[in-house]
């Protein structure tokens, strides 16, 4: 909901958004990128109309930093593991994009924005929870014609959450995150099976007999309504 511009200091805020969110976003620095994604965050929260002028370019900045990777091995022990410092700016980007959603949807071209989410998709945990979210929200958008497109990618990318195998030895943390992916992977397809013209379409098709196996579906879909994370079985 657009609130209007009443207090002065708003018109002052809006001939500085360049300097304050688009400048810091397009530089190659996480401490300027950070506190500009924070703010473009408490904007649209609290005065979401003074961002409309530059809300296209916003929009592509913060997709740019969805892509932002950094790996790196470190070792635990005698064990290695991969850690991306980069990641929690792709899960602040995210959350900018599902705040922005409401105002892109009819004002911006949404085919960077769908990138972007059906790229977080295959992401790690947190950043693929949020963006099979804003996956959700778009459907159930009047952007829905642009998920259309990218319709056999989306179900690919869900049927790769959903086929994950976990080993025999993984750690409780492990199977909660597991069972938590695949019940939000399944509001994706919930949310895809309840629009009639995306129902009928192949790759609708092609995932349901070709992919995911009917009971083990409809057990995931049970529990991701009503059961608790301990009654997940891999």
């Known amino acids: 909901m657009l609130h209007p511009v009443e207090h002065p200091i708003d018109q002052v805020v809006a001939k500085h958004l360049t300097a304050l969110l688009l400048d810091p976003l397009h530089s190659n620095q996480p401490a300027l990128i950070r506190p500009a994604l924070e703010s473009t965050k408490v904007f649209v929260l609290v005065k979401p109309e003074i961002l409309l002028p530059i809300l296209s370019e916003i929009t592509s900045a913060i997709c740019v930093v969805t892509r932002r990777k950094n790996e790196r091995t470190v070792m635990f022990g005698p064990f290695k593991h991969i850690v991306d410092d980069e990641e929690p700016l792709r899960l602040l980007a995210y959350e900018c994009l599902a705040c922005l959603l409401p105002l892109c949807v ?129």
Not at 119 to 147: E, F, H, P
């Open 106 to 234: 009819a004002r911006v071209d949404m085919f960077e924005f769908v990138e972007s989410v059906l790229l977080g998709l295959a992401d790690r945990i947190n950043v693929k929870l949020t963006s099979q979210s804003i996956a959700v929200d778009l459907i159930n958008s009047s952007a829905s014609a642009v998920m259309v497109e990218q319709l056999a990618t989306l179900l690919a990318a869900i049927t790769e959450t959903l086929e994950i195998e976990l080993p025999k030895n993984a750690l409780r943390q492990e199977l909660d995150q597991q069972a938590e992916a695949v019940r939000s992977a399944l509001k994706v397809v919930q949310a895809v099976v309840k629009v009639p013209e995306l129902e009928r379409m192949y790759p609708v098709q092609a995932f349901f007999t070709e992919t995911v196996i009917d009971d083990v579906l409809e057990q995931y879909l049970k529990l991701g309504e009503k059961g608790p994370r301990d009654e997940m079985e891999f």
